[in-house]
């Protein structure tokens, strides 16, 4: 970080001067940006690079709060980013954890078909599969399925071999140990509140010119940089908004409640066991995931969260409630999905109702052998028509900022697992809106 007379908030974190200039600044410590932040200073190692994190601490929200599945890429729309992206990000993520040393497990997915009429929706999955260059798929008959997974009922089955677990936690930790030996400064506890242009005649020196973006926190301290890339997860659509970007697509934030089986009985459950995603409704239902600690997560449902950050049944944020509740795209959402939505909330009320979706794949647990386990929040991207924003947005803000900034307004699932080819797009996309 280079000085300049400008600078009036005196920043806490140690690696910081009084005045600390950056060439370029990502906003958000999750895995998305942390992954950017690496890839770009990988590509430009004569430019300074900072990250700007709200928290004490890394990955504390999406990263930190997810099912830890590394995806193969058998859902999304064939010639889709999301597709590409999550067979590049798979395939690049099992290579750098053997490079790090990052344990995982290739423990494969089972998606089970329970009902006939799931079986052609079962079969239309693995044409899609195929056309997305997913690895080692194959439609696997009843017997199969119990030499897999011996507690598993099914029809038919989807097996994907190479869906693996891994803690993105840990993960994301080790891209911001890279960016920092490639010579990146990372700030905690700097929570963004305002980015705006430096009025020219407020200095002299050529830094004035040079680092022309001031970002500001909670706090009133200040960094300046030339080129701002936000990577903000659950406040993207807030963050565009300070700079001046359209309001949508909006974030909705939905909380995902996870059961967990209990230890003794651990052993029912090998590898992924997935449902057939049913394309009336909007998420992918119930699911059976091991984790790398040896525990089995059971679910997500999902709730509309009262708070973004909301990882508890009672937390609440007025103005997050107010800015969901009053948003139209909601309101159209809900009413398409009525029923979906009411039995998604007696499901999150009721232990049995839970119980009852897992027994169809597995009938031998039951309510003793559950309990209630941790909650993720999602950051769901929604247009004003109420469909779920499926792929990646990028936007830049207006006026003279505008320029100078890029939003990544929507990274969905499988952000984690893609993350590194995620990387790459966004620094392509940095090199040409900013010309590095």
């Not at 600390?20 to 999750?30: N, P, R």
């Not at 599945?69 to 690049?92: D, E, F, W």
């Not at 997913?134 to 030499?147: D, P, S, T, W």
Request: proline residues 5%.
């Amino acid at each position: 970080a280079g000085g300049g007379e400008r600078c009036r908030g005196e920043l806490t974190a140690p690696s910081l001067s009084p005045c600390s200039t950056f060439d370029v600044a990502v906003v958000g410590a999750g895995i998305v940006g942390l992954a950017s932040a690496r890839e770009l200073v990988r590509r430009h190692p004569s430019l300074t690079f900072a990250v700007l994190e709200k928290e004490k601490e890394l990955a504390h929200h999406q990263s930190g709060h997810n099912s830890g599945v590394i995806h193969s890429g058998i859902y999304y729309t064939p010639g889709s980013l999301k597709a590409k992206l999550c067979v590049q990000g798979a395939a690049l993520c099992y290579e750098y954890c053997d490079q790090k040393g990052i344990p995982y497990k290739q423990c494969g997915k089972l998606i089970v078909a329970v009902e006939q009429d799931e079986i052609p929706r079962l079969k239309a999955l693995y044409e899609r599969g195929l056309q997305n260059n997913v690895r080692g798929l194959k439609l696997i008959g009843a017997k199969e399925i119990q030499a897999k997974e011996p507690f598993c009922r099914g029809l038919m089955a989807l097996d994907s071999p190479y869906t693996g677990i891994v803690n993105y936690k840990q993960v994301a930790q080790s891209y911001a140990e890279d960016f920092q030996e490639a010579g990146g400064t990372i700030l905690t506890d700097f929570e963004v509140t305002n980015m705006e242009m430096a009025k020219e005649s407020s200095s002299e020196s050529e830094d004035g010119l040079k680092y022309p973006v001031i970002v500001r926190n909670s706090k009133g301290e200040e960094i300046y940089c030339r080129h701002i890339v936000t990577c903000a997860g659950l406040y993207s659509d807030r963050l565009s908004e300070i700079s001046g970007c359209s309001p949508e697509p909006r974030i909705v934030p939905f909380r995902g409640d996870y059961l967990v089986l209990k230890p003794e009985k651990c052993y029912m459950v090998k590898g992924n066991i997935y449902p057939v995603p049913n394309p009336r409704f909007p998420f992918l239902g119930f699911h059976f995931t091991p984790r790398m600690d040896g525990s089995v997560w059971l679910g997500p449902n999902a709730v509309l969260a009262f708070k973004r950050e909301g990882y508890k049944l009672f937390d609440f944020s007025t103005g997050d409630f107010l800015d969901a509740v009053m948003y139209s795209g909601l309101w159209k959402l809900v009413l398409r999905n009525l029923s979906y939505g009411l039995s998604e909330i007696y499901r999150a009320c009721f232990l049995s109702a839970q119980v009852k979706q897992l027994q169809k794949f597995i009938p031998e647990v039951t309510i003793n052998d559950v309990l209630r386990g941790p909650s993720g929040v999602r950051a769901q991207a929604l247009d004003s028509d109420g469909n779920l924003v499926d792929d990646f947005v990028f936007d830049g803000g207006s006026g003279d900022i505008g320029s100078r900034i890029l939003h990544v307004r929507n990274a969905p699932s499988p952000a984690a697992t893609s993350s590194l080819a995620i990387a790459k797009m966004i620094a392509d996309e940095v090199k040409q809106r900013f010309e590095l």
